[in-house]
Antibody, heavy 112, light 108 residues
Framework: VQLVESGGGLVQPGGSLRLSCAASGFTFRTYWMHWVRQAPGKGLTWVALISSDGRTTNYADSVKGRFTVSRDNAKNTLYLQMNSLRAEDTAVYYC??????WGQGTLVTVSS | EIVLTQSPGTLSLSPGERATLSCRASQSVSSSSLAWYQQKPGQAPRLLIYVASSRATGIPDRFSGSGSGTDFTLTISRLEPEDFAVYYCQQYVTSPWTFGQGTKVEIK
């Protein structure tokens, strides 16, 4: 079972970024998936979830209207489209299956 | 939203000692859908305990979880050098998932 995030990097305030999470070793299409983030030196904060079929999504209030979670079950990949980025979105972003499997994270830095 | 409060913020102990970490919820966590994680610098969180008291795969039996309702505890029976880290509790019974602010277990 493995989750590998990618797509992080440095972006200016107001910019956009799309994160990907490649899943392997399990039947991806049967699991709800989550994004969780961790600002530098801070704790863990849940960001978004998506149902196994992609029809149900939910977001933290802090990202609602700016972030969109999606998935491609044929490609075993989870996505997080992040728009209108702010300095406070700077964090390591983890994709998570249930509670037991976390990726290694990808760092997003929002700065001019 | 369920707020989780962990105590203490920092625990200073020596190897071989017993560690007791607390997690209190602002409302009942039904089905005991509470997890504990260990996190070391530069690493992703590692699941230790789920449904309040079940050890995850490969977790040593010196780690144990207990509690129900609003009060939960993680106990490390005898601290090993690799156990010094930050520990988080999390509830996953409702969306949004919420996490405690963490307890740092440091070497005394």
């Amino acid at each position: 079972v493995q989750l590998v995030e990618s797509g992080g990097g440095l972006v200016q305030p107001g910019g956009s970024l799309r994160l990907s999470c490649a899943a392997s070793g399990f039947t991806f299409r049967t699991y709800w998936m989550h994004w969780v983030r961790q600002a530098p030196g801070k704790g863990l904060t849940w960001v978004a979830l998506i149902s196994s079929d992609g029809r149900t999504t939910n977001y933290a209030d802090s990202v609602k209207g700016r972030f969109t979670v999606s998935r491609d079950n044929a490609k075993n990949t989870l996505y997080l489209q992040m728009n209108s980025l702010r300095a406070e979105d700077t964090a390591v972003y983890y994709c998570v299956r249930n509670v037991e499997c976390w990726g290694q994270g990808t760092l997003v830095t929002v700065s001019s | 939203e369920i707020v989780l409060t962990q105590s203490p913020g920092t625990l200073s102990l020596s190897p071989g000692e017993r560690a007791t970490l607390s997690c209190r919820a602002s409302q009942s966590v039904s089905s005991s859908s509470l997890a504990w994680y260990q996190q070391k610098p530069g690493q992703a969180p590692r699941l230790l305990i789920y449904v309040a008291s079940s050890r995850a795969t490969g977790i040593p039996d010196r780690f144990s979880g207990s509690g129900s309702g609003t009060d939960f505890t993680l106990t490390i029976s005898r601290l090993e050098p690799e156990d010094f880290a930050v520990y988080y509790c999390q509830q996953y019974v409702t969306s949004p998932w919420t996490f405690g602010q963490g307890t740092k277990v440091e070497i005394k």
